[in-house]
């Protein structure tokens, strides 16, 4: 059974800093990109990260650009997301997502994780 799993979620004030993990397990993700999501109250769910298998392709969207840091650890089939500079805007659902296709839409993702709250207060 695949199951992606996310953790590290919570309130924080603005300014503030996460890192959110995500853990991968029941297959192998060799050759996968792996992303991480958010979805806010009322709103579409949003590419924020992405991370090729060997780490040398990584996209962000531009309003996190500067402040959030993907990575990956393959040994260990784990996926990190450092937030730092955290604001309001960012208080959402945030999700793990492996696809294997270099993508930001959440179509071509073929796993995902159950999500974990950030809140940012202000």
């Known amino acids: 059974q695949v199951q992606l799993v996310e953790s590290g979620g919570g309130l924080v004030q603005a300014g503030g800093s996460l890192r959110l993990s995500c853990a991968a397990s029941?297959?192998?993700?060799?050759?996968?990109?792996m992303g991480w999501f958010r979805q806010a109250p009322g709103k579409e769910r949003e590419f924020v990260a992405s991370?090729?298998?060997?780490?040398?392709?990584?996209s962000y969207l531009d309003s996190v650009k500067g402040r959030f840091t993907i990575s990956r650890s393959n040994a260990q089939n784990t996926i990190n997301l450092q937030m730092n500079s955290l604001a309001p805007e960012d208080t959402a659902v945030y999700y793990c997502?492996?696809?294997?296709?270099?993508?930001?839409?959440?179509?071509?993702?073929?796993?995902w994780g159950q999500g974990t709250q950030v809140t940012v207060s202000s």
């Open positions: 997502a492996a696809s294997p296709l270099p993508t930001t839409r959440t179509s071509e993702y073929d796993y």
């Open positions: 029941g297959r192998t993700f060799r050759g996968y990109y």
């Open positions: 991370i090729s298998w060997t780490g040398d392709t990584i």
